[in-house]
């Protein structure tokens, strides 16, 4: 069965370091996105690609957070310089386009903890 | 803009026992609404879905939820709680418009079974 990649799974950082997470969807799936989710809550999306192109970034810290989906396939996640604060899950997850789009497929995602 | 409640954050039943898990959402417009379930530092996996038509649904592992629009909620049952059921569990919306279709998640509720 086709499922999403993540790497790392796991990842610990200090403080002011770059980290990058790395995402490949499902073959085939058009859509894009990453979500962090802190301890006890529910994940929240940071941003979409539709493709190549981005959808949906509002809720990306433009300051320190990147994104990239070059080739509209797999995607990197870049911290710059990682916070505190920034300690959580990153999700990512995929869809087909379309009327299919609603329904996302997650992958295990990736536990990053900045001291 | 939409939201999602879950009511009570822990819930805890006997092995055997029904499981009840609340969810209530606001929504402008008719929501497309989803289960899914989270294991300890694991992605997550989708249960159910609304979309249209039939308002009770039925997903994996024996769990079903009702869409009741005059009551905006969609709560998720299993007759029968078994061990392998302790888990998080999230209820998300999602308003299928233009490009975008992010999902807005609650804050889950975490269910312990009991022997």
């Known amino acids: 069965e086709a499922e999403v990649a993540q790497s790392p799974r796991y990842k610990i950082t200090e403080k002011s370091q770059a980290v990058a997470f790395w995402c490949d969807p499902i073959?085939?799936?058009?859509?894009l996105y990453w979500y962090r989710q802190i301890l006890g809550q529910g994940p929240e999306l940071l941003v979409q690609f539709q493709d190549e192109s981005v959808v949906d970034d509002s809720q990306l810290p433009k300051d320190r957070f990147s994104a990239e989906r070059l080739k509209g396939v797999d995607s990197t996640l870049k911290i710059q310089p990682a916070e505190l604060g920034d300690s959580a899950m990153y999700l990512c997850?995929?869809?087909?386009?379309?009327?299919?789009?609603?329904?996302?497929?997650f992958g295990p995602g990736t536990r990053l903890t900045v001291l | 803009a939409q939201s999602v409640t879950q009511l009570g954050s822990h819930v805890s039943v006997s092995e055997g026992a029904l499981v009840l898990l609340r969810c209530n959402y606001s929504?402008?417009?008719?929501?497309?609404l989803f289960w899914y379930v989270q294991y300890p530092n694991q992605g997550l996996q989708l249960l159910l879905k609304y979309t249209t038509g039939a308002t009770l649904v039925k997903g994996i592992n024996g769990f079903e939820a009702e869409f009741k629009k005059s009551e905006t909620s969609f709560h998720l049952t299993k007759p029968s709680a078994h061990m392998s059921d302790a888990a998080e569990y999230f209820c998300?919306?999602?308003?299928?418009?233009?490009?975008?279709?992010?999902?807005?998640f609650g804050t889950g509720t975490q269910l312990k079974v009991e022997l």
């Open positions: 998300a919306v999602t308003l299928v418009t233009g490009g975008g279709n992010k999902l807005t």
């Open positions: 929504s402008s417009v008719p929501p497309y």
């Open positions: 997850a995929s869809s087909l386009a379309g009327l299919q789009r609603y329904e996302q497929f």
């Open positions: 073959s085939g799936h058009a859509t």
